[in-house]
């Protein structure tokens, strides 16, 4: 695997674990129910109806609920984590290794302090080294 996918597949993970608790809240899936008139109600209106008027235990409203109220168990972190990982290695990579040595303009090193022209430098050098 290039530099470029791991970049993008890391990235993807970590953004993905760390914005579906906000993905699920925006829902309408939240710690104190489900919000009224959001997309959640509308899934569980339509999970009542099928299920002849009660929330199948264990079934997709019933999870993202769970999701909502408690928040995300470790095993659903991994498989969120592996999920954008896989999608943002796949598409990513490519975007990225693309923009080849114009990475270094892209992430300007400037203004950043030791820790951030260091980063942006190391990052900056394993794009430019990136070929697809």
Do not use: E, R
Not at 27 to 46: H, L, N, R, V
Request: include cysteine.
């Amino acid at each position: 695997m290039d530099p470029c996918t791991m970049i993008a597949a890391g990235a993807g993970a970590a953004v993905a674990v760390a914005a579906a608790p906000a993905v699920i809240a925006a829902a309408g899936f939240t710690a104190g129910g489900i919000a009224a008139g959001s997309i959640a109600s509308s899934m569980m209106s339509a999970a009542a109806v099928a299920n002849g008027g009660g929330v199948l235990a264990g079934g997709v409203v019933a999870v993202l609920q769970s999701a909502g109220a408690a928040g995300l168990s470790i095993s659903a972190q991994a498989v969120i984590g592996a999920i954008g990982g896989t999608v943002a290695g796949a598409m990513g990579g490519t975007l990225i290794c693309n923009a080849g040595a114009a990475g270094a303009a892209i992430m300007p090193v400037t203004g950043q302090g030791m820790v951030g022209a260091a980063v942006s430098a190391a990052v900056a050098g394993l794009i430019s080294n990136c070929t697809v």
